[in-house]
């Protein structure tokens, strides 16, 4: 049997609750690598549902890498969610018009970047990510967490607000990892090696790779 089509939207056939994501998102902030796919206990149609806050006037993107692995119910809050926190009130004055339209001249809401998940990233049912976070390569985000700031490459995190539990591996080889990229491979040459990619006899895998 051959390696799943990835411009296929949902590569189980009869079932409809995983879908790769790619196939089923078109929009312009939202950009999806091959193979991520999303799992939904109700409909998949649900994930731009669960995209809170991307206004076009934001300008910034979600970004999601390839082989990612993302569970029902997890939350992105984009920048469009930002108060002024440095400012005697947060409180939005100026949407609502009238003689509050000007409130925010010469002013900005905070905006602190695109939030980007690296590839082969898992994320675990219900978790919340905020606007400006990068996670890396390999990561895991346990169920539930709240992840307000970076995760580095192949750490596992958890909690409200998510903290790291521990690396995935040692340093050396998270960077020999991060050196190959397996996920940029041919097609062909990732499914003949997939039986490695599923154990952890590492020293074998890095010396095919």
Partial sequence: MPAP???TLY???DLHTLCFLNRLIDHPQIAIGDFTYYHD?????RFEQNVKYLFEHSGDQLIIGKFCMIASDVTFIMNGAN???EAISAYPFS???GDWIDAMKGKEYPIKGDLTIGNDVWIGYGATIMAGVHIGDGAIIGTRAVVTRDVPPYTIVGGNPATVIRTRF???IIQKLLRIKWWDWPLEKITSHVHLLTDNRIDQFLSIA
């Fill in 83 to 85: 108060h002024l926190t």
């Fill in 5 to 7: 089509d990835p411009a």
């Fill in 170 to 172: 040692s340093e050396e």
């Fill in 11 to 13: 590569p189980i056939p």
């Fill in 41 to 45: 206990f109700e409909n998949v149609s």
């Fill in 95 to 97: 949407i609502f018009g």
